[in-house]
């Protein structure tokens, strides 16, 4: 079944976030970058606080801090005057200028704006990428493409053909990123990938502290993207007017690898035999170890699986992914949320759940109390932190993963991509539901069978609400 | 202080004490590209709010706003959980192009239907003004409707700061209360502003005041409900402590309901003796400040013994304070101070003038006082002014991680109570945890 929850006009605790949010993390991945959010300054604020609770990262944005002359007479000035204020300070490479609901509503041209000001002011080296980024536009997932499409569109130059490859990739995770990085260079593989915050949003402790931290895309390597041999992009759920693939395919006659991320079996070998037709390398012997193991894991946790009845929600093409490790390990999934109001999730999906003999609800443009009512007979759900109301409403415990984890460390660190991620976060799954039965194991027994004379009545039985806390509205 | 990258708009907003003769300025608009820490007018009235339990807390605009305040505040309630939700009405492309009213009336419909409220807040958010929507009429046509309270709350983000928002906040906080006074007002009773039961602040309190004799009649905004606040003009007296959210609702309650206020404050020994002395005092009734001296005395007691051993641990390190109000700095100095610690740096993001009068008295020659502050300010006078601690918001911690400086959480997140005696020694207790951590030798 495909839901749509806009049979309710209210959004009762969102699964998403706004486009400029999902904006910002693409350019964190540039070297030697900044952002400015055109609007008012809370946006900024709001959308700052999030991420570096979730990346415990310092996270510089700027606002163009439009007030009330601002909304009445446009907010061009303020803009200029926030782009000379940011370049003073942070002396940046490049700068993303992104849109808000205000400066959008108000009708802001931050196109004809920042050529003008990089004009008038007479810097020519200094590269702005306007991105039209109106919140109630899409949701963040939206946003972030929305910035790498353009960043692509707005740099790249034909460029005569080299040995590089392009890999683009979605909101994973930094420690993701470096994953990515590492099976590249095991089938030696020389790479552009985009955006690359594997460092500049988890940045190691050395002194001294730098505002703009080391690391990220190069501009000149995204300025050759056109050259590349290939593009890999883990783009499965975009639409193709937000995807830097199909625009570098279409534009400059780019090969394009359009792959799922690469979490669980098929997707990784997916990812494999792309790199593997491109670089005409054999994957290596360590890697085909790993893809071992983590076959030899998921047939030592079959059985713990197989009870796993699943709620995926979150980014679509991180919950793409991560049904399909479910569907392999036979954590079948009742509930399919994204909070993107178009995806190609239940198409996708629909052909590879033969085997799932219960019916699976996908939810669009998803919030928490759709997400809820229809989890009721599933005991794990997988997902970014706002997830823990299901824990809380219904005792469904949670595996945190994607964007954003505010009530545990190391969002940025989790790994759950290639065979060895792949492993962890299987691993991570069998645990808690290991976890989850261990804990109710006893009691559930007990209740179910135990008829002994000083059986307790049911309501007085300790602990009946074991299931978790319950907290009722 | 000649500094390359130092943005010249932001000169007047930073000074360090006995080197100018001015105050440093406040109270402005942020400057464009600074990378401001402050937050908008929704944000401030949400703040105050949000606490009220049992209402409807209703986000009329796109859903970033709403996304952003879903239950990241730690306020304790011991009755409703509805609070607890984020309501939106997730504007989309076309509300923005035919009006988002139609939506909202439709949201407050459903809402009141399947939660059954007593009140409702709708707050409005920056595009809601430009797009034209009229808040206020469909909050009246609704209140009737459904014959229940449905409150618009003035709080575009644009239209100032985060002080705006506290001031929408005390208007829609004064549309509860009966419009009429004076009330026939209760003998040994008062309401407590400014306390927003972060870790259950304000059960703390309230217990201390039962103790010596005193009811809490309603409490703003803390574990309040809507009957609560109905009944707030029967209470004697206010007493106020977070005055930069409540002072104008303080001061017209004054004025509707003859109800005097005091300014007080939990935060840190000297404090909490002193505002229960003080609140003990305004009542005629002499048997109050033998109570209170005798509670002093009992918490007081095994306190201290406490605090002593950590002010040795504590002794020549230095603080950097930068909180969100001029009441919480003010405290902290005095904190820090009971602590063996000195402040070296100051600021907030929406201090009053008076509030950084007190400050600059309170502080050592050659502080750094900085108002609306940014990232690279901070990192420069931290770093400047060798700080070992510092004491801000979520924003602000990893910068201070990362400069090796140590963090305390003053935010309205936290799970610890630091108000009243109790909060005294979680306080120090939570500075020795960062700052005596031996990771430091590490880094
Ligand atoms: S939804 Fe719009 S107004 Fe709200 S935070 Fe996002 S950009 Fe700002
Ligand atoms: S749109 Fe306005 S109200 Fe909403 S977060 Fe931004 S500044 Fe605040």
Redesign the pocket.
Known sequence: MDTNVHFRSATENPCK?????GAILPFKGLENSMVL?H??Q???T??RRHMAEHFNEPIDVASSSLNENGTIYGGEKNLKQGLDNLMQVYAPEVIGVL????AETIGEDIDRITSQYLQERGLLKSLIVPVS????GGSHAEGYWQAVKTIVSHLATATPKHSKLNVIIPDISPADIREIKRILAMMQLDYTLLPDYSTTLDRPLVKPYRKVPDGGTKIEDIMAMPGARATVQFGLTLEQNLSPGHYLAKEFGVPLYNLPIPIGVQNTDLFLQALQEISGVAVPAALQDERGRLLDAMVDSHKYNFQGRSVIFGEAELVYAVCQLCLENGVYPVTVATGSKNSPLAQLLQPKLTDVDHPVEFIHNADFVAILAHSMDANIAIGPSDGRYLTEKQGIPLVRLGFPIHDRVGGQRILSVGYAGSMMLLDQITNTLLAEKQRGYRQTMYDTFYRGADRLPDATLPNSGLRGERHEL | MVNEQAIAARTASIKTKGQQKQQVACDTDSVAGAVSQRACVYSGARVVLNPITDAVHLVH????????TWDIRGSLSSGSELYRNSFSTD?QEEDVIFGGEKKLVSSIDELVSKYQPELVFVYS???VGVIGDDLQAVCKAAEKKHNIRIIPVQSS?FAGNKSAGYRAACDALLKIMPNEGPVEQKGNTVNYLGDFNLAGEIWIIKDYLKRIGIEVNATFTGDSSYRTLQRAPQAALNIMQCAGSMAYLAQRMEDIYAIPYLRVSFLGLTDTAASLRSIAASFSDPMLAHRTEALIATETATINRQLEAYRTKFKGKKAAIFVGGGFKAISLIKQFRELNIEVVMIGTQTGKQEDYAVMQELVNDGTVILDDANPAELEKFMVEKGANILVGGVKERPLAYKLGVAFIDHNHDRKHPLSGFVGAVNFAQEVYSTLCSPVWHYV
């Open positions: 976030m706004c486009m400029p949010m959010i609007g008012s809370g946006c900024s709001y959308m849109t808000t609901c205000l980024t109106p919140g109630y | 605009g796109p859903i970033g706003c709403a996304s952003y504007l958010t920056c595009i983000g």
